[in-house]
């Protein structure tokens, strides 16, 4: 069966960084397009960053931009994310996903896949 499992999250100052990685199996991964969405306390599942299948689209949240970096390894069927000059408004748990062929704007909506990763904890202290 499909499984996203992710890692690397963890407790860091602001200004620090983070790795995040999504191991997949059980689908074709380089026909995936791939998500990063988080969710803080008491608030909505947001969009993150997203890659498209074939690599060459990549989307950011704004506030991520210049310090978020998304990248995908298909022979590893991985892809990681990249957190740099982390704020304390990044603390969310963050979850990876996958949509089969994925291109365009729709990367950037969570109602467009339709595998999960189980999420790992980023927490940015001040």
């Known amino acids: 069966q499909v499984q996203l499992v992710d890692s690397g999250g963890g407790l860091v100052q602001a200004g620090g960084s983070l790795r995040l990685s999504c191991a997949a199996s059980g689908l074709t991964f380089s026909a995936q397009a791939m998500g990063w969405f988080r969710q803080a306390p008491g608030k909505e599942r947001e969009f993150v960053t997203a890659?498209?299948?074939?690599?060459?689209?990549?989307y950011y949240k704004d506030s991520v931009k210049g310090r978020f970096t998304i990248s995908r390894d298909n022979p590893k069927n991985t892809v990681y994310l990249q957190m740099n000059s982390l704020k304390p408004e990044d603390t969310a748990i963050y979850y990876c996903?996958?949509?089969?062929w994925g291109l365009g704007p729709a990367l950037m909506s969570d109602k467009n896949y339709g595998y999960w990763g189980q999420g790992t904890q980023v927490t940015v202290s001040s």
């Open positions: 890659i498209s299948y074939n690599g060459q689209t990549i």
């Open positions: 996903a996958a949509r089969p």
